[in-house]
């Protein structure tokens, strides 16, 4: 296994680019299930996730082809609709070829899923909206066993979500598209990725209302046809990337993003005392000698992302003063803490609260674990601003959403190598 070894105390400067969002090329490629023919899609990064996707598409008839950042699917009727365990287990995600699979073929089975050990993730949410569809659900041995009734087409409905959900949404919206009738979904998620979903969907010919807003109101379809795609940048990277410059204490351009996805980070960043300037499609944040402890709380976009946390609690041991960090989204979402406390950092954890007590210059270099992706991105922040030498280990969580992220901090100045444990 690789890990990540990092001389602390550089200070970042210059700029860099984001890739595209592993969030958003996920479900657009599981989307691809939804017709025959060639699609095309531009800025998807290469990850691990997007590898596991590739697997498990051609394991489901498509053929998949790559040339740097282009990817190309092209699917065919196929006679397989098993999403077997082998191939879900590495990643969550694989959950999304559920709502497609039953759309199209009025039948799907599919391995309950695996991914980060952040939390429980529950996917009754998605159940429960394919059963408002029309659509028999049954749980045999590990896997979802679904078929629409009488093996009919799916039947337009009114699903209404109790929480959240982005994975539960994006089922919902590619399984309506080629429903019998209108899909309203209430209470959907409104994450940037579900926005770029619905804009694909729509160039393959789905009429959906409601694009980026918590109402979607989805006409079915009798068929839809193969288009091109240009995925968005990946918010979770930029925000990242521009922590690391933050840390350092140096002056970051992330370009290639969108920086009104970036607002609440934005604004809890100047809260604590940064200079944060923005363009069309890039974002600064400056030298900073010194910053403060704010309190965040995670949340559903437009929100503070649960996936910026860990990164943002690594900035916060930096800061002068107390910080309360409180996790929403997910109950299990701070098993990096003992990792920065290994690093010197001083936090107790309550619960679904951390108190961060920070100190500048604090953090020592040490050995740490990796435990999940955004854990990762963490430790590695941590390392940017410790005293000695830091060792990552188990990086391949990192690897599942981060495309050649030490590379990227390489441009900026940053001592950090990749090499074997």
Known sequence: MDKIVIQGQKQLQGSVATSGAKNSALPLLFSTLLCDGKHI????????????????????????????????????????????????????????????????????VVSLPGG??????????????????????????????????????????????????????ENALMAAVLTEGTTVIENAAKEPEIEDLANYLVKMGAKIEGIGTGILRVTGSDRLTPAEHTVIPDRIEA???LLAGAITGGEVTVTNCIPAH?????AKMREAGFSIDSTED???VHKCSGWRGVDVQTAPYPGFATDMQAQFMALMTQAE?????????????????????RMNADITTRTQVAIVRGKKGQLKGAPVMATDLRA????????????????????YHLDRGY???????????????????
Do not use: W
């Open 41 to 108: 899609f531009k800025n998807v990064p290469y990850l691990q996730d997007i590898i596991s996707t590739q697997t498990l598409l051609e394991h489901l008839g498509a053929r998949v082809y790559r040339d740097g950042d282009l990817f190309i699917v092209e699917t065919k009727m196929n006679d397989s609709k098993k999403a077997p365990y082998d191939l879900v287990r590495k990643m969550r995600a694989s959950i999304l070829c559920l709502g497609p699979l039953l759309a199209r073929y009025g039948e799907a």
């Open 116 to 169: 980060c050990a952040i939390g429980t993730r529950p996917i009754d949410k998605h159940l429960d909206a394919m059963k408002a569809l029309g659509a028999a659900i049954d749980i045999q041995e590990g896997y979802v066993v679904a078929s629409s009734k009488e093996k009919k087409r799916l039947q337009g409905a009114t699903i209404i979500f109790d929480g959240v959900t982005v994975g539960g949404t």
């Open 239 to 241: 925000g990242t990337l």
């Open 262 to 266: 970036q607002d609440a980070l934005v």
């Open 282 to 284: 890039a974002i600064t």
């Open 321 to 341: 003063g107390t910080s309360i960090l409180t996790e929403n989204i997910f109950e299990n979402r701070f098993m990096h803490v003992q990792e920065l406390v």
């Open 376 to 395: 990762s991105a963490s430790l590695i922040l941590a390392g940017l601003a410790a005293k000695g030498e830091t060792h990552v280990l188990r990086v």
């Open 403 to 421: 495309e050649n992220l030490e590379v990227k901090l390489q441009k900026l100045g940053a001592n950090a190598k990749r090499t074997k444990e």
